[in-house]
């Protein structure tokens, strides 16, 4: 029973230590974007915007024991919207952790979480890919399941790429009919 006490102490400490160089940043709105739209009166969400570290340093690292490798750190920040009469408001921001650091922590995806009324939003599907590829579409639609995934309207739309920050996205959110 000690060696497993032993062995379970050293993979937490292992754990905790793998966490460093995670520094919230003095200005987080310094780079944000708004999104803004109609949305569906059975719905609720959340958005989760998801930090990686970009450094190749090990000690921004954890080891992936299934993959056999090791995969960047990542952060995830949760954010609620301001419904009021259909319509949704909600301010982003996009420097929740200093990049820097050591591990030079950047916002990836953010994506939609969502669920029925009264529900806890759990299930989360991209919505944005922030690499700087290319501008947005000006108006985005979204359809969401019973089972909280959402789909971009038309199905055949991918993930938004976008590079411009700082401004307002139009996004509508509705119920997926069946």
């Not at 490798?69 to 952790?97: A, M, R």
């Not at 939003?121 to 639609?141: T, W």
Request: proline share 4%; with cysteine.
């Amino acid at each position: 029973m000690n060696k497993l006490t032993c062995l379970i102490v050293t993979f937490v400490l292992i754990g905790c230590s793998s966490m460093t160089d995670r520094v919230e940043f003095n200005e987080p709105n310094e780079n944000f974007i708004d999104i803004e739209g109609s949305l569906s009166e059975s719905i609720t969400y959340k958005v989760a915007v998801q930090y990686v570290a970009k450094s190749e340093s090990k000690q921004c690292k954890n080891y992936n024991w299934l993959a056999g490798l090791y995969v960047s750190q990542s952060e995830t920040f949760d954010y609620w919207p301001s419904v009021s009469n259909g319509q949704h408001h909600l301010h982003i921001p996009l420097k929740e952790l200093s990049p820097d650091t050591k591990c030079q922590w950047e916002p990836n995806i953010i994506s939609i979480c969502a669920n029925s009324v009264g529900k806890n939003p759990s299930a989360c599907s991209s919505l944005f890919f922030l690499r700087g590829q290319h501008d947005n579409n000006s108006e985005i639609n979204v359809e969401c399941s019973d089972s909280g995934f959402c789909f971009r309207v038309p199905f055949d739309r991918h993930t938004e790429d976008i590079n411009i920050l700082n401004k307002t996205y139009s996004v509508n959110i509705n119920k997926k009919e069946t």
